[in-house]
């Protein structure tokens, strides 16, 4: 498993405090279960916030230096980019002088530069791998020390361990072209070369530790160590830029034997960052938070090691030793206080403690003890004395708890009752509500919904806002309460009569709507919705606002659905009403206007639909009758725009005034007809013939001004010009022969100045002139 996200806050929390290493890796018939399970919650990423976190914390002068910042954020995916693997070996063991690296670097490609000089060009991977062993204990490896992790120490000196050994090897196989890998063991490493299905461990640590997994002569491969291993469970192979970790980890276990535990856990963490799955540096940093603490403890400072405990659990909570050690120490500590009467301090350390261990009795025993003698000195406050109860109930035996809830009870009760005394019924209400929730009686259930009805009495004549609040709240708290239903009820109607008698008809909906949120079920609440929907209606209806009743219609239906059946009953009924009493007064155009809404929200509606033709239909009738051709007019543009697809709509309107236009024998009246057929593009050839007729009937009646003015107004239309071509002959001959020179030149005047190349009448005017001249 790879560990590649941390977060910083939480390793601050790690780098806090230390405690004292394991010094060495767990015991081999632990170490497969090691592997296995990684104990972090969180991998490291950030040593720069944890060294600053630490330093902060125990005000130790510890520093990552200035190389190994970059050096660590490089390692963070695994491999090293902008370093080479020796140039971070030679950074992890202390080398921090940039020249004094170059002349080490030196050093090993020398070493490379000799071994690739004597080597046959076509030598084996094998062979490769076995003279390099050879070559570095004949030249380099010289004397073998258990605590030398360093590789200037092996370069300079001849001095090594497994640790530098095996990185030297390791580093100059993969110059020379070797799948080389580090193998970390119990208290133990060496190296492993893969070739084409082979494998040869190679145990660093002796000359002849070349494929030592077939060794014949073990002693000879562990002549400086007995960590080398066959079992694959007992090993974690690891790259070559990992190996680096192990420096940094070795040098950890040097720092925990001196009890510098904070310093060895920076050294544990600098190795995790290179190598996040080093589990042994996991296990081994969790041991220090648990050393630290200890130390810390003796020497009086038990807040502070509380705090490198928790800490460390924070990053391994289920480690045993940690937990152990929490337990304890906060429990010692706890005892301490309660005996030097600090009860509140002994409570915070042990609900702190709480956190960890939620079912401990003694702790929770020891909160009672706590509370119980602070509550000695505070028999006057009654909710501290609860809290105090509480607590007790909370950690004792079954045998007592019955007893002690009897003194709850009463304490709850008495604290309530003097709250109220001081009017503070809220706070009255919330301890009866504490002790409702632990199920304390019957006898507090009752004060309580007394409390309620009291508090909600005492103000409903001044604020029944407040009041009906008041009950809101006691209904959400108990709902079943029949006494708390019918309270509010009977207060919810008294403000939505009230806004009605104010005619504030939304604002009367609203209140009973919220009434019946509450109470969707009861009947008696139905009927008075239903009820002031109706009122509301005939208020919008009555003061002719047509599209704000419609609208109400569709959103109240929206939000109540379910009630859909009795509030269209009431929407059709009401409306009705109205639309048929204009109707029988001639209010045509507010009838129409109802039914019009009517249609939009009942579409499906046979009988309104046959009523809303009969009411057009009568509608168009009156108009006619009264000559208000401009309410028909008004009337067919409305049906043109907003109903054009209405076929049998305009098929009433054109028919009646078809039917009128051919029974009067007004000029006028048959004009103003075929002007409203206007509307209908349908009906263009009847508007016409209309027209034509109406200038007939002019002519006939010898009505020569309503003549000139119907003809004004269509005198594009050919049809209409050519047929008063006509009657302008017929009408001038008529004057002309009657010898009425005047007013038939006045005609023919007027007629050329609408047909001006029209000759004949020319001739006829000068004609005219020449009797009017004798």
Known sequence: ??????????????????????????????????????????????????????????????????????????????RFDSFSISEAALIASGITDKNL??????????????????????????????????????????????????????????????????????????????????????????????????????????????DAAHAKDTTKIT?????????????????????????????????????????????????LLIDNDFHTACQNTIVNFAYYARQLSAKGKTNKAL?????????????????????????????????????????QVLQKAQKYFPRDRDLAFLICSAQLQKALGHKQNFLHAMQILQRAIDSADKEIQSEIRQARWYVIDEHARYQTR???????????????????????????????????????????????????????????KAHFQSRVMLLYQEMYNKELQRQKHARAF?????????????????????????EWHKHLIKNKKYNDAHQNFRDVTTKFPQEYTSIRGIYTAVSNEYAMNYAQKNVYSHALAIYSGLRQNLPEDKQIENNFHYLLQEGVKHFLAQKKYASIHQLTTILRKKLPQEERIMQIVVTQLVKNAQETKEPYAVYQIAKCLRNFPTQKNISDSLINESLRLSYVQKNDKALWKIYSEFSQTPQITDYMRKICYNRGAQLINGKVWRKAFDFHRQALTQFPNDGKIRERLAYIRSQLQE
């Open 307 to 347: 705090q490198i405990l928790k800490l460390g659990l924070e990053l391994a909570p289920n480690d045993k030793n940690l937990r152990n050690d929490l337990y304890v120490m906060m429990r010692n500590w706890s005892i301490d206080l309660i005996q030097n009467k600090k009860f509140d301090r002994a409570t």
């Open 223 to 271: 002549v400086h160590t007995d960590g080398y291993v066959m079992k694959k469970s007992l090993r974690r192979e690891m790259s070559v830029d990992r190996q680096v970790a192990m420096i940094y980890y070795n040098r950890g276990v040097d720092l925990g034997k001196k009890k510098q535990y904070i310093a060895s856990t920076v050294e544990y963490f600098k190795a």
């Open 510 to 534: 609203a209140w009973i709507t919220r009434l019946y949120e509450m109470f969707p079920n009861e009947q008696a609440v139905k009927n008075n919705l239903w009820y002031v929907y109706q």
């Open 101 to 210: 690296r170059t002349v080490y670097q030196k050093k090993i490609h020398s070493i490379f530069q000799t071994i690739r000089r004597d080597l046959p060009a076509k030598t084996s991977q094998k062979k490769i791998a076995f003279y390099l062993l050879l070559y570095l204990h004949k030249n380099h490896l010289q004397h073998y020390d258990i605590r030398s992790s360093s590789l200037p120490k092996l370069l300079d000196d001849g001095i090594y361990n497994c640790v530098s050994s095996s990185l030297l090897y390791n580093i100059l196989a993969q110059k020379l072209g070797l799948d080389v890998r580090g193998v970390e063991a119990p208290e133990h490493c060496f190296s492993i070369v893969y070739h084409n299905g082979n494998a040869w461990d190679i145990e660093t640590t002796s000359p002849a530790g070349f």
């Open 422 to 480: 001081k009017n503070q019924w809220q706070k009255a209400i919330a301890i009866y509500e504490w002790g409702l929730a632990l199920k304390e009686g019957e006898t507090l259930r009752n004060n309580w919904i007394k409390t309620y009805i009291d508090w909600a009495e005492s103000i409903q004549n001044s604020d029944k806002l407040q009041a009906i609040a008041i009950y809101e709240k006691a209904l959400e708290s108990s709902p079943q």
């Open 1 to 78: 498993m790879k560990y590649t996200t941390i977060l910083i806050i939480v390793i601050s929390f790690l780098f806090a405090h230390g405690q004292s290493a394991l010094l060495q890796t767990p015991h081999t018939e632990n170490y497969n279960e090691t592997l296995a399970k990684y104990p972090f919650r969180f991998s490291p990423t950030s040593a720069q916030t944890v060294i600053s976190k630490l330093k902060k914390t125990t005000q130790v002068p510890l520093t990552i230096s200035t190389i190994e910042k970059p050096l660590l954020k490089d390692a963070l995916d695994g």
